[in-house]
């Protein structure tokens, strides 16, 4: 099966040239267009969509400020029958100046927000409620690793379905 992933359109440009790089240089066809829900999907596999986020800071913004829209965005996966993937561009941040490594949702509990009051406390339950209550999952990765990390959650489970 041909690989062929949807951009949503309202991805920035700038922000998704190296995640678009990767995809010509692995040979991964795609086109942008609207999405109703996240920012890549396959076109042969739609019951997985990516939401990327830029930081962690715009994942606690989707959980706080942005809660309802966010919580609209989940509804639409869940009635696709899609599970949406998060794939935060950010693994690690500085606490108290050493850095932390994040590697699931637990790893937000130390974070703060350097710009608002938002804690990484408040941000862990609601990415706990809703990935309990919704198909959601969060993940993790370095920002120059977005494109491959796309990829492999959008296509993993390819081979055993081939195998089938």
Request: aromatic share 10%; with cysteine; charged share 35%.
């Amino acid at each position: 099966m041909s690989k062929y992933i949807i951009v949503d359109s309202r991805e920035k440009p700038k922000a998704i040239e190296r995640t678009l790089q990767y995809f010509r240089d692995h040979g991964i066809e795609f086109e942008v267009s609207k999405l109703l829900f996240g920012d890549y999907m396959d076109w042969n596999r739609p019951q997985i969509v990516v939401d990327r986020k830029q930081n962690i800071a715009e994942l606690a913004k989707n959980c706080t400020v942005e809660h309802e829209r966010f919580r609209r965005e989940m509804e639409k996966a869940r009635k696709a029958g899609a599970v949406l993937v998060v794939l935060v561009e950010q693994n690690r941040y500085k606490d108290r100046g050493e850095w932390v490594e994040v590697r699931s949702i637990e790893d937000l509990l130390r974070w703060s927000s350097p710009h608002t009051m938002v804690r990484g406390e408040k941000v862990y339950r609601v990415l706990a409620s809703w990935t309990a209550k919704y198909p959601l999952r969060v993940e993790f990765c370095d920002k120059r690793q977005t494109g491959r990390r796309i990829a492999e959650i959008l296509y993993s489970g390819e081979n055993e379905q081939n195998q089938r």
